[in-house]
T-cell receptor, first 111, second 115 residues
Framework: QKEVEQNSGPLSVPEGAIASLNCTYSDRGSQSFFWYRQYSGKSPELIMSIYSNGDKEDGRFTAQLNKASQYVSLLIRDSQPSDSATYLCAARNTGGFKTIFGAGTRLFVKA | NAGVTQTPKFRILKIGQSMTLQCTQDMNHNYMYWYRQDPGMGLKLIYYSVGAGITDKGEVPNGYNVSRSTTEDFPLRLELAAPSQTSVYFC??????????????FGEGSWLTVV
């Protein structure tokens, strides 16, 4: 069974701190990786996608991918209370039709 | 910007009833999906479609059926509703499955309770 694993949390960080969210995946054929943010009662929205080993930065968000370790992470710098949400990690094979989602990590940013 | 639109947003069904969740997208995406999300759980793929007339099962297809008569529409049919089908249902679409175009866009969700 191909899986994406995340710590369910909750992860609690003070406002202004760096939040670090981690994810591992079991399918070595996975090529595309995504971080979605989901507020309570809302649908998931894409924050970052990453395809190559290394870091990818977009504003306060940095995604990191290590295919050898089958590990994906998301760093949120200068965390804000509005970042409080569940963060879903997802992995997909190129050309495949199935994106596998993790169960998500709940993040609380304390003001 | 409509994106992916699904209806209804909320529905209560009695055990054994049937219903259809409607989904339409206006982005001309070839790929469409139905996911369910149980409380505290990740998204599980029910069915997907790679184009009009083509559908296939995902991880949890039992108790559901789909059709794809047009590129825009991908309805999900629940036959003989059971309490285990109480969940939030998300319709979604993506442009391609290639590396650069496979971001999934979600509808706003449909909350279904079976009593």
């Amino acid at each position: 069974q191909k899986e994406v694993e995340q710590n369910s949390g909750p992860l609690s960080v003070p406002e202004g701190a760096i939040a670090s969210l981690n994810c591992t995946y079991s399918d070595r054929g996975s090529q595309s990786f995504f971080w979605y943010r989901q507020y309570s009662g809302k649908s998931p929205e894409l924050i970052m996608s990453i395809y190559s080993n290394g870091d990818k930065e977009d504003g306060r968000f940095t995604a990191q991918l290590n295919k050898a370790s089958q590990y994906v992470s998301l760093l949120i710098r200068d965390s804000q209370p509005s970042d409080s949400a569940t963060y879903l990690c997802a992995a997909r094979n190129t050309g495949g039709f199935k994106t596998i989602f993790g169960a998500g990590t709940r993040l609380f940013v304390k003001a | 910007n409509a994106g992916v639109t699904q209806t209804p947003k909320f529905r209560i069904l009695k055990i054994g009833q049937s219903m259809t969740l409607q989904c339409t997208q206006d982005m001309n995406h070839n790929y469409m999906y139905w996911y369910r999300q149980d409380p505290g759980m990740g998204l599980k793929l029910i069915y997907y479609s790679v184009g009009a007339g083509i559908t296939d099962k995902g991880e949890v297809p039992n108790g559901y059926n789909v059709s794809r008569s047009t590129t825009e529409d991908f309805p999900l049919r629940l036959e003989l509703a059971a309490p285990s089908q109480t969940s939030v249902y998300f319709c979604a679409s993506s442009r391609t499955t290639s590396l650069s175009g496979n971001t999934i866009y979600f509808g706003e969700g449909s909350w279904l309770t079976v009593v």
